[in-house]
């Protein structure tokens, strides 16, 4: 059981370092973890791929990320809507919405740094797969925001004597 | 009991004796509707109180991201077994060592004649919206991809390599995911309906999930001692984890909580 797919904006290529990285990481930003439980199956540059692509380097595929989900609103008319444009209050203590949208990665060094070495740009498709649900789950929905996915390349460390 | 230490032990080592006090207090809860009771404590976790923490969020709501995945389950159990133990002193809660499967404990439907307080609970929750009126689910490894799946040992051990707190816990192939396949797997999903472990809100409900995290917190405590007790983010320290009376400072050792974990394989 699969969600609609995320794919981004192109990113160039051009600027991911390629030399004297050790690591380098896929980050999302905005993920929703207010519905579904979901695998979020990261592909390069394949649009099109869905729950049944093969996940082998041949089809871009960069690596997994997972999401314990909430399972959906129990709660009454706008109990899970999250305002994210709220207003920073220092007199306010609480913490943020439970149902507040998740930062997460995936750590995708060889996939990164072979696609990159084609030139080009990248886009960055993700495929949910559903691993969790409840009868409030929007399953086709799984992402409600853009996940602003950002390649992010470590340097080597550099030895002293 | 060393230094009045409660001694927790891997589930399907506990004795005969030490089993039947467990399915006591959880029978005991689970007959009790006000704030000593079973569905009381699941819903702190999800509905319909919502306090758990998950993957990364922000205190205040508009400030720095913070990951209490751990130390604020650690708080939570720490509850939920003061509030066994009030039901039955004997009662101490187990951890589920994943990787032969779940335990018979939480399989066998029945248990001295009677039903086991392991296997399922009864969900009550008629203010929800929908009400819930049932019987908690589980359908282990059904409905998912081959990808969620219980870990093997080894990929445990790995994480005990990570030096730093964030990464061994919310980082990629950190503990935070591991956690979060095994909930997956357990709950699983058969005929559209998904079992009540592979979501948040109603994750707690199984009596299977409060093992879950005793193993969790106990790969942490061992991980502290390659790593270091103290070894948290400073500005993690004072965060409070409510609806607890504790700080992330007071959770890190695990002895001024008054517990210990039996010695045996990972």
């Not at chain 2, 006000?34 to 508009?62: E, F, K, M």
């Not at chain 2, 095994?182 to 299977?208: E, K, L, N």
Request: aromatic share 10%.
């Amino acid at each position: 059981m699969q969600g609609n797919t995320y794919t981004s904006q192109p990113i160039s290529a051009a600027e991911i370092p390629l030399e004297d990285v050790s690591r380098v990481d896929i980050e999302f930003q905005q993920v929703d973890d207010a519905g579904a439980s979901f695998e979020g199956r990261v592909f390069l540059n394949n649009p099109e791929a869905d729950e049944n692509t093969d996940l082998t380097p041949e089809n871009g595929y960069a690596g997994s990320f997972f999401i314990f989900g909430h399972g959906g609103c129990f709660g009454d008319e706008g109990h899970c809507e999250v305002d994210t444009e709220r207003a920073f209050d220092p007199y306010d203590p609480r913490r943020s919405h439970p149902m507040t949208p998740v930062e997460t990665s995936v750590e995708a060094t060889e996939a990164v740094q072979r696609t990159a070495s084609e030139g080009g740009d990248i886009t960055v498709t993700v495929v949910p797969v559903i691993t969790g649900l409840t009868e409030q789950t929007d399953v086709e929905n799984v992402f409600k925001h853009d996940l602003h996915p950002r390649i992010v390349a470590y340097e080597l460390e550099v030895e002293t004597a | 009991m060393a230094n009045g230490l409660i001694l927790r032990k891997r589930v399907d080592a506990l004795s005969g004796p030490e089993l039947a006090a467990l399915r006591n207090a959880y029978a005991k809860m689970q007959g009790l509707m006000d704030n000593r009771g079973y569905n009381y404590w699941a819903g702190v976790h999800g509905i319909p109180q919502h306090y758990c923490w998950h993957h990364s969020s922000r205190l205040p709501r508009t400030g720095p991201t913070l990951n209490l995945f751990l130390p604020w389950h650690r708080a939570y159990i720490k509850y939920w077994e003061l509030a066994m133990r009030d039901q039955d002193q004997n009662a101490v809660l187990p951890w589920w060592r994943w990787y032969g499967g779940i335990p018979t404990a939480f399989t066998d439907q029945n248990a001295g004649g009677n039903p086991n307080p392991l296997y399922k609970a009864h969900i009550s929750r008629p203010n929800a919206n929908p009400p819930i009126n049932r019987d908690t689910r589980r359908f282990p490894g059904q409905g998912v991809p081959p990808s969620v799946r219980l870990p093997t040992s080894g990929e445990v051990a790995s994480l005990y390599n990570r030096t730093q707190f964030l990464d061994f816990s919310g980082g990629p192939g950190g503990l935070e995911e591991i956690h979060d396949n095994i909930h997956g797997w357990t709950g699983g999903i058969s005929g559209g309906v998904g079992g009540d472990m592979g979501v948040v809100a109603t994750a707690a409900y199984d009596p299977i999930f409060w093992s879950h995290h005793c193993m969790i917190d106990r790969i942490w405590y061992i991980w502290q001692l390659k790593n270091g007790i103290n070894n948290m983010p400073p500005e993690y320290m004072d965060v409070i984890l409510a609806p607890f009376r504790y700080r992330v400072r007071d959770v890190l050792d695990i002895h001024a909580l008054g517990y210990e974990y039996a010695v045996g394989a990972a």
